[in-house]
C-alpha cells in the first residue's frame, strides 16, 4: 500500500515509534529510523526493518535542538530526496506537578514534544512540496485528562492537537494531510513508569476495566497511523483519533444496570 | 591538566551554570546542582565536542567530575 515512499519516525528506535517504523515498513514504505540516546535499539529497528524487503536508515537527532532536527531533515533531503511520510512520535518529559515545574522542564518538554512537530512539519512540507504527503503527530489523554506528573506533557499534548488542526487546514494546498493518533495506557517504558501497578496480574489494574477488554499495543497505535498514511483516510484532516478500547468512555465505570423510573 | 579536562569543564560550565572553580576530580553533580536533564545534555555535548560515544549504562557509572574527564579520555584515545 505504501509502496516506494519514503517515512520519517522520531523515536522508532523502541517503544511505539519502532512499531509505527515496522508496520510502515510492512506496507512497502522505506524508513528513516530517528533516535535519541538509544543506537543500539535504533539500528536494530532498522535491521528488523530491512528483514521486511525495504530500505532503512538511522539517523541521530534530538529533536528538541532545531539545529539537530534541521541536520536531520537535510540528511533525508540528501539521502532520498524527498519524504512522504513524517510521523513525530518522540516525546520526553519529567514527573512533576504544576508546582515544581520549573523553566528548564518546561523548556525541555515544549521543545521535545510541541515544537519538534511544528518545526518538523515546515520541513517535512518542503519535502513534500508537489508530490502530496502524509503527516501524523502522536499524542496521549493526557491533554485532556489529568493524571499524576503528566501537567507538562499533557499540557505539551494539547498544543500539539490545536497545531495539527491549523497545519490541517495550511498545507491542505500542498495536498498534505495531518492529523494526530492519540493512544490511553500503552505498557512501554515510559507507559509503564506513569501507570504504577497496570501488570497482568495486577487484581486491579485500571485498564482491566477498559471496554475492549485489554491494553493498548504500540501495533494498535501503529496500525491506525498506516491507515492515516493510506489513501483511504484522504478526508480526514486536523482530527485526533483515540486508541484507547473505549477507555475514555466510561469514566465513572458505574456497575450498576439502571432502575426503571 | 589536559586540554580535554578544560573543554569538558566549559561544557559543564555552559549547561550546568556552575562555578568552575567547584569543578574538581572530586565534585559531585550534587557539588554542582546537576539535575538529570543537565545530565543528559552534558553527555550529548561531550559526545558532539569528542566524537565519542557515552551510552547511558556507562554514564550511570560516572560518580564525580573525574569520572567523566576519564572516561572521555580513554574513548579519545581509543578513536586514535
Ligand atoms: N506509552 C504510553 O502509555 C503512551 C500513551 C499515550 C501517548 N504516548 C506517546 O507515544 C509516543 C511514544 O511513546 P513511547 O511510550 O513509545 O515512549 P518510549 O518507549 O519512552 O520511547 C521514546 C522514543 O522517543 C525517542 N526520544 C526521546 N527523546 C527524544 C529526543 N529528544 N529526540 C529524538 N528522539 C527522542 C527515544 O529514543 P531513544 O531510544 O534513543 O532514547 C525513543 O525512541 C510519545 O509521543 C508518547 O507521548 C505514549
Known amino acids: 500500500m505504501l509502496k516506494g515512499k519514503v517515512a520519517l519516525v522520531t523515536g522508532s528506535s523502541r517503544g511505539i515509534g519502532r512499531a509505527i517504523a ?54 533525508v533531503a540528501a539521502s532520498f530526496g524527498r519524504l512522504d511520510i513524517f510521523v513525530s512520535n518522540a516525546a520526553s518529559g519529567l514527573p ?25 512539519a515546515q520541513r517535512a512540507a518542503g519535502l513534500m512540496e508537489g508530490r502530496g504527503g502524509k503527516i501524523v503527530a502522536i499524542t496521549s489523554l493526557g491533554s485532556k485528562l489529568v493524571w499524576p506528573g503528566y501537567t507538562a506533557i499533557g499540557v505539551s499534548k494539547a ?96 456497575k450498576g444496570k439502571g432502575g426503571e423510573n | 591538566m589536559s586540554a580535554a579536562e578544560e573543554t569538558i569543564k566549559d561544557i559543564i560550565v555552559k549547561i550546568v551554570h556552575c562555578d568552575r572553580k567547584i569543578l574538581t576530580p572530586e565534585s559531585t553533580f ?14 550529548v555535548a561531550l559526545e558532539d565536542e569528542f566524537g565519542i560515544e557515552i551510552p547511558d549504562e556507562e554514564a550511570q557509572k560516572f560518580k564525580n567530575f573525574g569520572d567523566f574527564v576519564s572516561f572521555v579520555e580513554a574513548r579519545v584515545a581509543e578513536k586514535k
Request: charged share 25%; with cysteine.
Open chain 1, 22 to 75: 515496522l508496520r510502515l515498513a510492512r506496507e512497502g514504505a522505506d524508513v528513516i529510523v530517528n533516535y535519541f540516546r538509544r543506537r543500539e535499539a535504533a539500528e536494530q529497528t532498522a535491521r528488523d526493518i530491512e528483514e521486511l524487503g525495504v530500505k532503512a536508515s538511522v539517523i541521530r537527532a534530538n529533536v528538541g535542538d532545531p539545529e539537530k532536527l534541521d541536520e536531520m531533515f537535510d540528511t
Open chain 1, 96 to 120: 512533576r506537578s504544576a508546582l515544581d515545574l520549573d523553566a528548564k522542564v518546561w523548556g525541555w518538554t515544549m521543545d521535545i514534544n510541541a515544537r519538534a512537530f511544528l518545526l518538523g
Open chain 1, 159 to 254: 498544543t500539539l492537537e490545536a497545531l495539527v488542526r491549523y497545519l490541517a487546514v495550511e498545507l491542505a494546498p500542498k495536498d498534505i494531510c495531518v492529523n494526530a493518533v492519540g493512544a490511553s495506557f500503552v505498557p512501554t517504558e515510559v507507559g509503564l513508569s506513569y501507570a504504577g501497578g497496570a501488570g497482568e496480574e495486577d487484581e486491579g489494574a485500571f485498564w482491566k476495566t477498559t471496554p475492549a477488554g485489554r491494553m493498548v499495543s504500540p501495533e494498535d497505535v501503529a496500525g491506525v497511523v498506516a491507515f492515516l498514511c493510506g489513501s483511504e483516510s484522504f478526508m480526514i484532516r486536523g482530527q485526533t483519533i483515540i486508541v484507547d478500547g473505549g477507555f475514555s468512555l466510561t469514566p465513572l465505570n458505574l
Open chain 2, 30 to 43: 550534587q557539588d554542582m546542582k546537576a539535575d538529570s536533564l543537565d545530565m543528559v545534555q552534558v553527555l
